[in-house]
């Protein structure tokens, strides 16, 4: 029987069940209240114990029926791109808590807002997360942010993808145990756990704690040995502080409580993962040390789950008593107190399992991205070689994206028209270079690199909140280009229209001595520019390129193809026909 058929008769199953339950609830209701007084009272109560028994059976239907519905989607959405709700300015904002958390051990170069936003970052980003959990959606986002300058991390990367490619049974079972996980809707658990200010009781409070629930065990003793009245004042008192107590800590309990869950849950699943991975040669490096982490963090599991409350409708009775129960013996605290010490102990274990695990579904999701779309693996030449050789590589979000092959080994300089291709180009390249180093699956036919930190200055507007205008936006951009070719790695810069916010003579001053700067401190500049006079001035440091289009009457077609050389074509007047401007503008312009 495949899981659809399985589906199908559970979700009979389930419907029968609660009919059954009905029917015979009622029945039993019935003979208790002597409205069938033909049949015995006794039986009544029996028809409320099958009653009973059925609901519970119905309930186990239902949950297995609703684990093959889950079983089912993560087979169909294999390969397809997942369309969801992507708290994009949440998942930025925790990025921003890693890097600085990061940065306090070491400075690792990751892709900044700016060359984030020029790739349209959030755009590739929505096409390759296809995570069930919100810990997928971090290691995503993560990933594509911190390009790999290690050939070792890359090749472990890309063993690791294969395997979830080749391993389908066990990548399912990793998919479901992310399932289970789930989302985390605010973020709350990913926002917390990169926070300076961690959970804490004061010392105050946890001595009550303390005493009062030991205070408890007492009343038994005491309803034995001491007169009535004074053990029903006994359990009074201690009844009503114990509820005093509970109420100063109820707020600081229930703002915790997801986040207990969703610890225990991220564990739970955890140990299950490792389960899948264990003794698999691909996981021995860099994740050998999960299992253990796991272990440690088992006791934070164990302490959290009385501070959540079930999530099952009509359980409201026994979430009443368990309230009750647990004001008389302040339990459910004793445990919180217990889960913020070992959260508080073993923080960086749970930010290296929360990473890891994060990282694990992000590389299964690139290998559903990898399914339907035409691709290469990265080829990587010799360390601190800047060179490209890129055959018929593609935009990955452009639709029947045109094609084009160029073989790069020093700066080039592109020219040409306006909406000929320039920039989508410029885009394409940044965006292989950094799928070559993050997800190891480059749009194309090849792609063969060096290692190199990628900045951009493409997409610039000025800052009206900080007082800086177009220009100076554009210098501090190039800034961090100059910055960063001189600390040893090889940088790809990716600049489109150099020093556009000034006047030309300065434009092209500036310019020539920018790149002729950067061509020689470990950089690979590629820049596009409708300032031909560059390409006379650069002609011997950098290879020219350009981009071209035909013109049929009154419009123009492009072929977005790139070619050696430099253009001899310009459109800005002529698209002023296209759209239609007066003919008085046209005959007056000089």
Known sequence: MNIKQRNSLYNIATALGAVITFIVGYLGVLVITDRMESIGRHYGYGFICIAVI???????????????????????????????????DQVSNIFKSIVEHRNKSSEEFYIDDQT??????????????????????IGMYFMLRYPLLDKKKILRRKNIIQWFEKNKEKREEIQFAFANIGKDKEYLLSSYIFKENKMEIHKNDQMAIAVCSKLFLLIVPIWFLVSGGAAVLFTVILFVVNMLLSLKLKNEVEGNAPIFSLMGKMIISGNKIVKQISGEREFEEGFSQLQNMLKKCDVIRKNSSLLVKSEVPGNELSDLLAEYFNIMTLNNYRKMAKGIKYINKYEEELIEIFMLLGEIEGLIAVGSYRKNISYCLPEFIEENKSNIDAVEIYHPLVENCVQNTINIAQGIIITGSNMSGKSTFLRTIGICQLFSQTIVTVPAKKFETGLMKIISSIDIHDDINNKKSYYFVEVENLFRIIEESSKGVPVLALVDEILNGTNPVDRIAAATGILKYLEKHMCIPIVATHDMELTGNLKDRYNCYYFTEKVEGNGMEFDYKINEGVSDSRNAIKLLKVVGYPQEILENII
Request: glycine share 10%; proline share 0%; aromatic share 14%.
């Open 54 to 88: 059925s609901a519970v059976l119905t309930y186990f239907m239902f949950l297995k029926g609703k684990m093959c519905k889950l079983i089912i989607e993560i087979k169909g959405e294999w390969g397809k791109e997942i369309k969801k709700k992507r708290k994009l």
């Open 116 to 137: 984030w936003l020029d790739l349209n970052g959030d755009g590739i980003y929505k096409k390759l997360d296809r995570s069930y959990s919100f810990l997928g959606e």
